[in-house]
């Protein structure tokens, strides 16, 4: 039997509306079966069928996908991206763009199809300025080409101020994959710091003076649906 929360009836309180509606719902369905249903208007809302539930418009949720800082890419003849302690990763000073943490996030197959992804930066902030991070990136997409070329996000806006001792979040410009993206596609991350400003992202070289300590990194992504309604198919 259908459940309602709330109920309200001209002349009557919450709980007599509530008990008269669910008395005519007795007299019109004993069992009632529904093959569909949709909460919302006409372009948000969520509907539920015998495939699943399904989110659409702007009645959609968010999630976070997080990456531990594992796989280093090192030059020789040492890297200046280290393993730390306290569970960190150090990007030291004068770090060079060849040296980075990779990372391939597999999308979720809720994602919402061509929709951006948002990067962000887990590291701590041991004084009031902030390391040229930067985040070089491609797409890899079921049965198409891989791409030769690599593209780089940049700093958008620390979450907290710059404030020397606290644990910092730093957001990268969004990621937009192409109309080629179809389910489980693949981004390639290369989290660096251009100490020199050698990609021309930054306004200047690095002003940080110090060995700067990452977390962790995730990205934020949205989501239309709990999975897909097929293994392959969205």
């Given at each position: 039997?259908?459940?309602?929360?709330?109920?309200?009836?001209?002349?009557?309180?919450?709980?007599?509306?509530?008990?008269?509606?669910v008395?005519?719902?007795?007299?019109?369905w004993a069992?009632?079966?529904?093959?569909?249903?949709?909460?919302?208007?006409?372009?948000?809302y969520?509907?539920?069928?015998?495939?699943?539930?399904?989110?659409?418009?702007?009645?959609?949720?968010?999630?976070?996908?997080?990456?531990?800082?594992?796989?280093?890419?090192?030059?020789?003849p040492a890297?200046?991206?280290?393993?730390?302690t306290n569970?960190?990763?150090?990007?030291?000073?004068n770090?060079?763009?060849?040296?980075y943490?990779?990372?391939?996030?597999q999308?979720?197959?809720s994602?919402?199809?061509?929709?951006?992804v948002?990067?962000?930066?887990?590291?701590?902030?041991?004084s009031?300025?902030r390391?040229?991070?930067?985040v070089?990136?491609?797409w890899?997409?079921?049965g198409?080409?891989?791409?030769?070329?690599?593209?780089?996000?940049?700093?958008?806006?620390?979450?907290?101020?710059?404030?020397a001792?606290?644990?910092?979040?730093?957001?990268?410009?969004?990621?937009?994959?192409?109309?080629?993206?179809?389910?489980?596609?693949?981004?390639?991350?290369?989290?660096?710091?251009?100490?020199s400003?050698t990609?021309a992202?930054?306004?200047?070289t690095?002003?940080?003076?110090?060995?700067?300590?990452?977390?962790?990194?995730?990205?934020?992504?949205?989501?239309?649906?709990?999975?897909?309604?097929?293994e392959?198919?969205?």
């Open positions: 039997m259908p459940y309602f929360d709330q109920y309200t009836q001209n002349g009557v309180g919450t709980e007599t509306a509530h008990n008269n509606l008395g005519r719902l007795n007299k019109a069992n009632p079966v529904f093959t569909s249903m949709q909460v919302g208007n006409s372009s948000d969520v509907s539920l069928d015998s495939e699943g539930v399904h989110l659409n418009g702007d009645a959609t949720v968010w999630d976070d996908k997080e990456f531990p800082l594992g796989g280093q890419r090192i030059s020789a890297s200046k991206v280290v393993e730390s569970n960190l990763i150090a990007y030291t000073t770090c060079p763009l060849t040296d943490v990779w990372m391939n996030i999308m979720s197959h994602k919402k199809l061509f929709s951006p948002y990067p962000h930066l887990h590291w701590n902030q041991d009031t300025k390391p040229n991070w930067l070089q990136y491609r890899l997409y079921g198409i080409t891989i791409p030769s070329t690599w593209s780089y996000s940049t700093i958008s806006a620390p979450v907290f101020p710059l404030t001792g606290i644990a910092q979040i730093t957001n990268f410009v969004p990621i937009t994959p192409s109309s080629n993206e179809g389910l489980s596609a693949i981004l390639q991350v290369k989290l660096k710091r251009d100490s400003n990609s992202k930054f306004a200047s690095d002003p940080y003076g110090a060995s700067a300590f990452a977390q962790s990194f995730d990205i934020h992504y949205e989501r239309d649906s709990m999975g897909s309604r097929q392959y198919v969205k």
